[in-house]
Nanobody, 114 residues
């Protein structure tokens, strides 16, 4: 059974930082591309950042220079370091694992107050 468990969300002021973590089980983590997506109220889910099984990263334009995605294959964990947070970053953040199939975590709420 595949599980992706996110943690690290919370309430932070504008300009603050948070680090999200996602621990995966039930997959051969090192072979999967991993990603973070987010969904704000009334909006569609959107890509935030991805990291390939080889460590190649990709970011949405809106978070470039502020967010950093990384992975630790020994810990089956993908991280999202979020700096200089803005109110428009407020959303539920979801972890994604993709290979031939893809899996989603349950999400973690990030709220940035102005």
């Amino acid at each position: 059974q595949v599980q992706l468990v996110e943690s690290g969300g919370g309430l932070v002021q504008t300009g603050g930082s948070l680090r999200l973590s996602c621990v995966a089980s039930g997959i051969i983590f090192s072979t999967y591309g991993m990603g973070w997506y987010r969904q704000a109220p009334g909006k569609q889910r959107e890509l935030v950042a991805t990291i390939s099984n080889g460590g190649i990263t990709n970011y949405a334009d809106s978070v470039k220079g502020r967010f950093t995605i990384s992975r630790d294959n020994a810990k089956n964990t993908v991280y999202l370091q979020m700096n200089s947070l803005k109110p428009e970053d407020t959303a539920i953040y979801y972890c994604n694992a993709a290979r031939l199939s893809q899996y989603w975590g349950q999400g973690t709420q990030v709220t940035v107050s102005s």
